[in-house]
């Protein structure tokens, strides 16, 4: 899986648990976007901050679980659309 900080948006306070929770390689956003199936993850701002690429359904369901773990929230669990171009996107609620 790849990620990506967006430029200019301020990383969540959680953020470090995150990258210690998945396995991620730091890549450009560009980069991040080209792949299958895309996570969002919003700061405190409401912002999304941070993408992760995953290039298979079975590494996107791997990153959904841990940032679950995390006590985050999924605010597309009830949609099929992505949203932000994203196909789930994290946040505190």
């Not at 990258?19 to 700061?43: K, S």
């Not at 679980?65 to 605010?75: A, G, K, N, Q």
């Amino acid at each position: 899986m790849k990620t990506s900080l967006l430029e200019g948006k301020k990383p969540a306070k959680f953020d470090k648990h995150i990258i210690g929770n998945l396995l991620l390689d730091v890549a450009p956003a560009d980069e991040v976007r080209q792949e299958a199936l895309i996570v969002g993850v919003r700061n405190e701002d409401g912002e999304i901050y941070r993408l992760i690429g995953a290039s298979t359904h079975n590494s996107f369901m791997n990153a959904v679980e841990e940032l679950f773990d995390l006590e985050l929230v999924d605010e597309l669990q009830d949609t099929d659309e992505p949203v932000e171009g994203c196909d789930a996107i994290f946040s505190e609620q």
